[in-house]
């Protein structure tokens, strides 16, 4: 089954082959300030895609309610969007739930800092047994 065995080893070779495809242009990203993050999800889900032989809707996808394990303390919500999921390779009708989060050095970088740590927070508190789970993942 088409798909990956580790989130940070796949987004550390789709990092390197960016880098490689399009170092010019890398530099000019920072002027879109908040807005880089939803340019990064769109290129990874490409890339992968590409990479890996991945279909469309089956093996990845982009933004997904991943559900919330309830028995854990201070759980505040039932569900959290996350920004991409991926087939997990080595075991059938499990995923990888992936939260993207970019926070630049700017005047809004202390919020952005705080709900990055917050996404961080949730993905490693989903329920496992609703969305077959493999991992949970911010980046």
């Known amino acids: 089954m088409p798909g990956i ?7 550390l070779a789709f990092l390197t082959d960016l880098r490689s495809r399009r170092a010019p242009s890398l530099s000019e990203l920072s002027r879109l300030r908040n807005g880089f993050e939803g340019w990064l999800k769109i290129e990874l889900y490409l890339w992968l895609i590409e990479r ?22 201070q759980m ?11 087939r997990d390779a ?3 009708g499990y995923y990888h739930y992936i ?10 970088q202390g919020k952005l800092f705080l709900s990055a740590s917050d996404d961080f927070w949730y993905m490693s508190r989903l329920l496992a047994s609703n969305q077959s789970a493999a991992t949970g993942s911010a980046i």
Request: with cysteine; charged share 30%.
């Open 99 to 108: 939260e993207l989060k970019v926070p630049f050095a700017n005047y809004n």
């Open 52 to 73: 890996y032989g991945l279909r469309a809707g089956d093996d990845v996808g982009v933004e997904y309610k991943v559900w919330l394990d309830q028995r854990r303390g």
């Open 90 to 92: 080595e075991a059938p």
């Open 5 to 11: 065995s580790h989130v940070a080893h796949t987004f």
């Open 76 to 86: 505040d919500r039932a569900t959290k969007q996350c920004d991409l999921w991926v």
